[in-house]
């Protein structure tokens, strides 16, 4: 995607947190800017590039008729614009804390729910998604097709934290 760097984080703006997204330069000078604003508190886990030099970015929201916090996935283009974002969640805190663009352009995001649990409080959450934001089953056969997966886990404490990458070619 060319040289510079991209950096993302929350940003704490008018009483709430929005996603924000930095494209730097290779010296460290502004390329541009996005905020990701939306009207409830919005906190930003990841950050990963996208093979048509874009990104997708991962976290948690209230912005979208939730009480509790929802996973919230989203790419942006090159220069910034929203392409697509989609929310999961369900009655209790959900959210998405990793996501990574795998080859072909499938996207993966990894996080926890509350909602869906099996055993416990809270279990670990992989949801897959196809280029195009829709998605996608993690593994198809003749019984069963799934779009996210439920992996029961004993210890979910995760700090937040924020993503950097280099964009270096």
């Known amino acids: 995607p060319g040289d510079g760097y ?8 008018a009483g709430s947190n929005d996603f924000i997204l930095l494209r730097l330069n290779a010296d460290g000078s502004l390329r541009w800017q996005k ?33 509790t916090y929802d996973g919230w ?11 697509w974002q989609k929310t999961f969640g369900g009655s209790s805190g959900d959210g998405l804390k990793s996501v990574i663009e795998a080859p072909g352009g499938s996207v993966y995001a990894t996080g926890y729910t509350g909602s869906y649990n099996g055993l416990g409080n809270w279990d670990a959450w992989v949801l897959a998604f196809g280029a195009d934001g829709l998605l996608s089953p993690l593994f198809n056969n003749s019984t069963a097709a799934i779009a996210a997966l439920t992996v ?5 404490s995760i700090s937040p934290a924020v993503s950097a990458l280099s964009l270096a070619d």
């Open 73 to 83: 996935i989203l790419k942006v283009d090159s220069g910034g614009s929203l392409a």
């Open 152 to 156: 029961t886990a004993s210890d979910t």
């Open 35 to 67: 905020q990701i604003a939306a009207p409830g508190d919005d906190i930003m886990e990841s950050l990963a590039t996208t093979s048509d030099g874009g990104f997708v970015l991962a976290g948690q929201t209230q912005s979208f008729g939730s009480v």
């Open 6 to 13: 991209a950096v993302a984080g929350t940003h704490a703006a």
